[in-house]
């Protein structure tokens, strides 16, 4: 029988002792042990190893100090970020990587996860022994540092689409939810799983937490290798060495490989690490046992107090000049006869060479994922962007503008009069329409994928999801969202301001506008795609939507010769021209024509009508294929 996890809401609180807590220890193990039942590594343990590894980018020479042998012919420098790096992580194991800020750290992991392509890339990394391919690169989760998330999401909505997009497609749902409530608890995350995410704009989580969902999001998929980059930055003392903890306990009971990159761990936290990882200017200061680390220093001369925190007191070595550069030549000294590193590698990792092993490497290989179907990718992305566009879309801040529009819609244009009088006004109030919402939806669309752009990249990496999946799901989720208001808005001010009174009428113009909508929506969503950047979508956009305002038929009636087909590329001009129509061209539509005033002269008196004006008369000649053209922008 399975054992239930009670879910503590209370957690830990941060600041109590966590060493001394064998109930939380005992607890910890436990839920780690509820997450096994679809623990893959627990069975294939994943063994990475790298030697060799350089890496350099090509820099205009201005902006680095120039050195004359790396120069090449096109003015720019060669600029080594990486030089002979060499490691290994093992199954059960936590390798920390250390070395002050710009030793390249980062850089090491984007390349293990293969982030950087291969242009200046030297060196190799294997799997298991084996070189990395696709389907063995599923094995590795990668923590960023900096975080992306939707931040309207809750932490438990965020985990819970997250096992269900990334976990295998026989485990069932019932299981990852179970699974997504254990890594919470594992993580105290209980307590804030109904608060949103939150970002710049919306108060959310903090960031502590927010770091501990990004953990809780790899961990819950179960990945052979785990690195994290920075994880207990912005935690403190106390929830660094339970996460820690936790990570140990991980890599103890399901036999998970797990690199992290950490700044100044305290005593505690670097007692638990079992190997340990120099790096100083993209250069090897020490590879091996952590526990030996402080002996290596003694050798070299550097001695550290007792009473000191020796990860304190290595940082303080890597960053004098006169030390990093002595501990970066002795090591380099040490290991002469192994220019690639190779061996030192051979020697600490744990994966036995002999031939009987190699049954091991394949099986990962071999392994057959299976994820989510497209269906079900396409259901679970729609039900996602629905609850995250639903909240940005029908917020309180977007429903007040509606509701402004419309009591100043009311406010100009209450019950416009059926006289000559009012035509213009009329005319007005139709074109305003259109305008609010062809710029509404559009700069809605237009910054959507820019927006998402770093959360479609960070699940595009670890294969979550097809491309084709997350297009059709915002079309299919934003579009009753991006209707809807719209949709309010003209069936209130319709009938507000006095707009021809005839049911067919106004169904014809309230689907004209619904379909100017979408084809403004269609625009966004190409130019958002084609430029994938906020301020230049904004800019653009700007002077797209002004341009098809004025070429719309409103503002301009004669364009000059050689342009008038420009008005043609406007979706408004044949929504406006639509729109004249059905409001005009009808023997319902009949002005009163007003008595003459001085000063002013109307329509009835410049076209010599005496009773009233018919609508048709007022209409200007363009009627021809407006439906078509403007449905060519929905898509
Ligand atoms: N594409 C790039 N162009 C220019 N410089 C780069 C590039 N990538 C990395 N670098 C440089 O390489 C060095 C290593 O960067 P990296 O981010 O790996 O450092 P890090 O050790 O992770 O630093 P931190 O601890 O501050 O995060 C830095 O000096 C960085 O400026």
Redesign the pocket.
Known sequence: MEQEIPIDETGIEAGSSYDSSAERTKKRALLIQHTDNTSITTKIPVYLEWYGISYS?L?ENMNVQKNKESELESGKIK?S?LENIHGCANPGEILAIM??????????L?LLVDRLGNKGVQGTITINGLKPTKKSMRCLAYCT?DDVFFPQLTVKDTLTFTARLRLPRDVPYHDKLKRVDAIMQLLNLTKSAHTKIGDYRIRGISGGERKRVSIASELLTDPGVIML??PTTGLDAALALELIKILKEFAIQQRKTIII?I?QPSSQVFEIVDKLML?CD?RMVYFGERANAADYLANQGFKCHPNYNIADYILELLTDDKSKQQLIDSYAHQVRDDPTGKQVVEKYSHRKRDDNNMKEAPSILEYDYRGPTFAQQLSILIERTFKQSSKEILSTIELSQMFGLIVMFCLIWFRIPFTDKGIHDRISSLFSIIVIWSFGTFFEAVTTFPMDLDMLSKERYSHSYRLSAYFLSKQIAELPLIILKPAFFTIVIYWVTGLLPDFGRFLAYLAVILINSLASQGFGYFLGASLLDVQKCISAGTVFMLAFTLLSGFYVKHLPPGLTWLKYLSFMTYTFSLNLQIQLDTPKAQFQCSSPESGHVYLCELLGYNNTIPGTVVLENERYTELSCLLFYVK
């Open positions: 980018i820099q600029l970020i070395g002050p800020s710009g030793c390249g750290k980062t850089t090491l984007n540092q980059d920075e990159v700044h790096v993209g």
